[in-house]
């Protein structure tokens, strides 16, 4: 089985990544839009700024940590079935976060192979 991760830079975001409750709803929508099925959460705020939020999929995560005082939100996605689409949730993260920002992505792939029995 071959699964793909992205890492995706979002760099000149919009200031609701202050936000929490836009953050959950960002990576929430974006899980929807890649196809994959949310079965849990957990944010952590940072004194003096910036968050940490993951959402946990039935096919793996999806991670955004924020440095509002650069506008940059770091996302981490890895869907562990090859039928979904990471870059359609890097998008709609995107979309609602960073919409006039720029985007870089990396990929990681992996290929799982069965273990002999």
């Given amino acids: ?15 609701v990544i202050e936000d929490e409750t836009a953050l959950r709803d960002a990576a929430i929508a974006g899980a929807k839009a890649g196809g994959s099925t949310v079965i849990g959460e957990y944010a952590q ?19 955004l940590t924020t440095w509002p005082e650069y506008r940059m939100v770091l ?26 920002g720029v985007v870089e992505r990396s990929y990681v792939t992996r290929h799982i192979e069965p273990l002999d029995a």
Avoid: K, W
């Fill in 45 to 63: 705020r940072y004194v003096p700024h910036g968050i940490t939020l993951v959402v946990f999929l039935a096919e793996s995560h999806i991670m």
């Fill in 75 to 100: 996302a981490d996605v890895l869907l562990c079935n090859p039928e979904m689409s990471e870059d359609a949730t890097i998008d709609e993260i995107a979309r609602r976060l960073c919409p006039n």
């Fill in 1 to 15: 089985m071959r699964i793909r991760q992205v890492l995706a830079d979002m760099r000149n975001c919009d200031l």
